[in-house]
């Protein structure tokens, strides 16, 4: 097909060079030691005719384009001025020969007779052989057009500096080996695009473009890059020059998209904003690409003013010294030899080297045209010039002229270029591509001419930077940021959830408790706190729970400590008292040996309040409470078997002398009491084996707290190990009820009957503030109930007896036991 073509185009290449005779273009060619190539739109091909016969366009048959030629006069003030350059390739001058380039498939003949050599072209011929006609060429502007040709200038590594071709294919190094641009490609071109879109917070936008290569690579990348930024794609279509964009931008409108990117060619953005023009299209946003940012000609549409804000991107508008100079010096010359050459034009013409309308411009009108390609231009021809200068290998007097040159050599040099021109570093990377200077503009259309405000900027050189100053955007929505977003924006601690197609299209939800929503990382999820933290509903961050427990530097906590030291001092204390007053009636009435197991237990028993202070660990979980349970049981059986024993001395043992004399020649409360013991020692191991108490974090109980205490253990071996206490309390105050009428000395039915009720009392209040509330100090309880448990035995049981002891000597001896039991009988035997 490639080849087809080239022989069509080849035909034609003949027609037009060979049949016609050549003119006077002084504009279009110069002699010079190397030549280099030039394509530039001096017309535009809007509507090309399909030919049956091998026959190339003559681009002057078409719209004249006072940019393009703007373009051709920027390459010859360059030329000129290297030419006159001391410095710059001394002693070497530089030709050009320039071509009008206005279709995309039909202007072959140019790029044929550049590559030719004497007009002949040797496909296969070695590249250290050939020398085209050209060194370098720059141009065509547009992607369509410079990938229509970029093949045929590639094959012999003949470098293709271009200025406005920004499509990223391009950049693919294998199949366009030798091209180099001095303007960015559409890769930066849409990052520039997105950043710009989220500078503002936008994310519901359309992309409009055309149908050629130049948008297609465009919205490609566009669809590419805003993935993962929450920039949302609602509308996109690649309009051709007779669609129907009134239709387009009234769908575009019922979306309620107020963003709009233009990624178009001039003639397709002139009848985008035409439309909207005419269908009342108002208060938008349109971001208007390179191609079309300085357009001349759209901003003085008559009603443009009412649209909306248009936002442009082109390359950092360097001026050009000496530029004007050069223009109006050009046009003094053209302006003499109009006449004299317009005769000869009119009968004799080069092909697409005809431009009938160039001499009629003014300075004025050349000067002021679209600025955006005129660096690139300058750029362009400079970058071919140094690489040449290097490959002469010249020095600041002269270049060594003999040196052979091909033009793969100035390829070698092109990358390795890096030198300032006009304020600007020219350098290219491994693809040939430059680096980015962009800047951002405003269109002001209300005056005129209409003017391009820079507002923004964005540079990869010497480093990456973006702004835009805000302060200089005129919003026309009463000067606030224009709404361009699906939904509004979630408050702060909500998360988005999806609705619809879109992304950017949600309803919102607030986080619950615990939870929260990181906007950098997800907005779609509510994110459950790590267990060590929390949150309120609706927030954003987590917070660190405190971790409480029962401390032993609390206030509270070194009372019940020292109400337990001071409760060991007294019992041992007590304990003393009775060893020392032994076989003492009071000691004796009071249990004898067995008062010391008691005292033993109860002193034992005091030591758990030492586990309860402290981070919990499993052993003191299981002491805290196991040691209690156990030896103050032992002590509740002693109390019980004492109440039985006097009981039985005084009433059972008249009516069942046999079983009395079994319990005393067996010693039956000992027995009792090793018995129960056993079983309850059983009933411990059992509960501290298969279901001890365990400490945990408990975190559910308070949002911001983690509560370190003592889990207990299974109910049921729980409630037998407390049931075998709870029920030999029950005995106790049983016998002693029954023993309410026995000798004073003997009667003990008061004080076990308080102890016990102290003891029932005690424990109820515990467990039934365990069971209703959750605090770290409900451990603090559960030491209080112990030691309050103890203290009833101990200040019902004990104290009395010692207070007797010391201060009551009278009252323990023989004789007023004796006065005591004599006047129980005679109270009993009157009964």
Not at 44 to 70: I, M, N, W
Not at 113 to 135: A, Q
Not at 680 to 707: E, G, N, R, Y
Request: one cysteine or more; proline letters at 5%.
């Amino acid at each position: 097909m490639l080849l087809s073509s080239i022989y069509i185009f080849l035909v034609g290449f003949t027609n037009c060079f060979f049949f016609k005779v050549s003119c006077s273009k002084s504009e279009f060619s110069l002699e010079g030691d190397y030549l280099l190539g030039g394509l530039f739109p001096l017309h535009e091909a809007d509507h090309v005719t399909p030919l049956f016969s091998p026959e190339t366009t003559e681009c002057f048959r078409h719209r004249f384009s006072k940019s393009g030629y703007q373009m051709l006069q920027v390459m010859r003030f360059a030329v000129e001025e290297i030419n006159n350059s001391t410095t710059l390739l001394p002693n070497v001058s530089l030709g050009y020969e320039i071509f009008d380039h206005c279709s995309n498939t039909k202007n072959f003949p140019s790029v044929l007779s550049f590559i030719s050599n004497n007009g002949s072209i040797k496909p296969k011929e070695k590249l250290n052989n050939y020398r085209p006609k050209v060194i370098a060429l720059t141009g065509p502007y547009g992607s369509t057009p410079t990938i229509t040709i970029a093949q045929l200038i590639t094959m012999d590594l003949i470098p293709l500096v271009n200025y406005g071709a920004t499509s990223s294919v391009l950049s693919n190094k294998l199949q366009y080996p030798s091209f180099v641009r001095t303007i960015p490609c559409n890769k930066n071109l849409i990052e520039m695009i997105i950043h710009i879109i989220r500078w503002f917070g936008w994310n519901w936008v359309a992309f409009l473009g055309s149908q050629d290569d130049y948008s297609s690579d465009g919205l490609k990348l566009f669809n590419e890059y805003i993935s993962n930024t929450g920039i949302c794609l609602a509308y996109q279509e690649r309009l051709s020059l007779n669609a129907n964009y009134s239709l387009t931008l009234q769908k575009i409108d019922m979306l309620n998209i107020n963003v709009i990117v233009v990624f178009a060619v001039p003639q397709y953005a002139s009848k985008i904003i035409k439309a909207a023009i005419a269908n009342n299209i108002q208060d938008k946003v349109w971001i208007a690409s390179q191609a079309w940012s300085m357009n001349q000609q759209i901003p003085r549409e008559p009603g443009i003013g009412k649209i909306g804000t248009i936002i442009g991107i082109t390359e950092r508008l360097l001026s050009l010294p000496g530029f004007n100079e050069f223009v109006y010096k050009d046009r003094r010359t053209t302006d003499v030899n109009h006449y004299e050459e317009s005769d000869i034009q009119s009968t004799s013409r080069t092909c697409n080297q005809v431009c009938d309308y160039c001499t009629m411009l003014t300075a004025e009108e050349i000067i002021n045209e679209n600025p955006t390609f005129s660096f690139a231009i300058y750029a362009a021809i400079y970058t071919i010039a140094h690489a040449l200068h290097k490959v002469l290998q010249c020095d600041m007097n002269e270049c060594r002229k003999n040196t052979p040159v091909k033009p793969y050599m100035l390829l070698g040099e092109i990358k390795k270029l890096d030198f300032p021109l006009n304020g600007r570093q020219v350098k290219y990377d491994d693809n040939y591509d430059p680096t980015i200077s962009y800047a951002v503009v405003l269109w002001h259309t209300d005056v005129n001419p209409p003017q391009f405000e820079m507002v923004g900027t964005y540079d990869t050189y010497p480093e990456v930077t973006f702004t835009i100053n805000n302060s200089l955007l005129p919003w026309h929505n009463n000067g606030s940021v224009p709404f361009s977003n699906c939904s509004a924006e979630c408050k702060e601690g909500f998360s988005r959830q999806p609705e619809g197609f879109h992304s950017c299209c949600f309803t919102c939800k607030e986080c619950p408790c615990n939870s929260y929503v990181n906007y950098s990382r997800d907005p779609y999820t509510c994110f459950p706190c790590a267990e060590n933290e929390w949150s309120d509903e609706g927030s954003t961050t987590c917070k660190t729970r405190s971790v409480v427990y029962l401390q032993f530097t609390e206030i509270p906590s070194i009372a019940v400590l020292v109400s337990a030291i001071c409760i060991i001092i007294l019992l041992i204390a007590i304990f003393c008292i009775f060893a020392y007053n032994y076989n003492t009636p009071v000691v004796r009435s009071a249990g004898g040996s067995m008062c010391f197991l008691m005292l033993t237990c109860l002193i034992l028993s005091s030591i758990s309040a030492f586990f309860f202070f402290g981070e919990p660990t499993s052993a003191l979980c299981l002491m805290r409470k196991a040691i209690f349970t156990f030896f103050f049981t032992v002590c509740i059986s002693c109390l019980t078997v004492r109440s039985f024993q006097i009981v039985c001395v005084f009433k059972m043992a008249a009516q069942f002398p046999r079983v009395h004399s079994l319990w005393v020649k067996h010693n039956g409360q000992w027995l009792f009491i090793a018995s129960v013991s056993v079983i309850h020692l059983i009933s411990c191991v059992v509960w501290m084996t298969f279901s001890p108490d365990k400490p945990i974090a408990d975190s559910w109980t308070f949002k911001d707290q983690i509560m370190l205490i003592c889990e207990m253990g299974n109910a049921l071996t729980i409630t037998i190990v407390v049931f075998i206490g709870w029920f030999l309390g029950f005995l106790c105050l049983l016998f002693s009820y029954m023993g309410r009428d026995l000798p004073k000395n003997y009667n003990e039915a008061k004080s076990i009957t308080f102890s016990l009720i102290l003891y029932y009392l005690t424990w109820i209040v515990y467990y039934t503030a365990y069971l209703s509330f959750k605090s770290k100090y409900i451990t603090l309880l559960n030491a209080i109930a112990q030691i309050s448990s103890i203290n009833g035995i101990l200040f019902s049981y004990f104290i009395p007896k010692s207070y007797v002891i010391i201060f009551q000597p009278q009252k323990n001896t023989p004789a007023y036991f004796q006065t005591s039991i004599q006047n129980y009988t005679q109270t009993i035997s009157r009964t």
